[in-house]
């Protein structure tokens, strides 16, 4: 290959993997840019103590800090914890329960202008006999139709901001945890342990404790210590801990323990049945660059191929093939060598022998031939 057609097909694989790049679809800004705070309230969110049967009043500010007008969907929408811990609200078009309820906020489209904002009153009516405690729902606004993106890879974006609307019936509070069965699952050639939790309690929990993997013979094969977000009251969700690499198949046995000592909530789960089985079949996506990876405490390869073994054969072969005329090649190459030289060295003895002779004066003429003139013999 030429200098000039490699450096071709450098250059176009360079523009290949940039065309491809993460961020290759977010190389431009996007230009949805909206803004939904709460009115009159101290933070980023509601933080509304009500009694029950009590009705109030509250507002919010929805903006567009673009630089160009858009339709925008506002709609209250169920709020749920995430895994590991934090607020999510549900998407547009899913079903809604619980507090959601409880908002008088009828979805809609709005037009916002460029840098303009608008304000926008609901009603939040605790039904009566509600329990004490805390709830919670979310005011989102959104672009009304996706935007399209540009370059290699093209996303369509549809950017939310969600507000939380926290509800605080007073009464006393019964903070509680409880720990479900735990999973496995590979993501990009790492495992995954993911045990389901939910907090029937009616307190927002923030937890954290420790978390041991053991296998079949009681071994530990690895720890990590959970810590999560808020976990909000009337949710269940999932801790996840990811591994530096994927569990052999077999049989484990996860514990775990989960505790807020601020609000006294406590669960502990001992020998949670897992099964890890073959691991093959992985997910495209893999962990994220702030994902904190779990040591694995197995030497063992996880999984060997039998075809892995038949190719290891052959190449042990091939190498003592090579190994062998080697060998025969290095008896052989001596031997030619020394019938060289020798026959080198006799030449050389043949060649010198009548040099290395001692030098004999000429013998003298006779005495009856006869003798050139002395001139002659000059001109000779």
Known sequence: MSRSTAAAVLAALIGLAVALAPGAAHATESPVKLSAKPVAQPGQFFDVTLAAGATRTLRIELGNQGTSGIAARTYAADAYTIINGGFAARLRGEASAGTTRWLDYRPSVLQLPAGEAVERSFTLSVPPGTPPGEYISAIVLENDQPVEGSGAVALNHVLRQAVAVNVRVPGPPHPALKIGSATHKVVAAHSVLAVAVTNPGNARLTPSGPLVLRDSSGAVVSRATVS????????????????????QPGNYAVDLTLSDAQRGARATAEGLPLVVVDTQAQSAAGPSSRTKLVDVFQSVPAHIPSWAFVVLGLIVLAAAGGVATAVRRRRHRPTVGRRRRHRRTAGRRRFREPSESPRMPPAPPAADAPRAPVGAEARR
């Open 228 to 247: 999560m977000d808020s976990f909000y009251a009337h949710t269940a969700t999932q801790v996840e801990v990811t591994l530096a690499r994927t569990l």
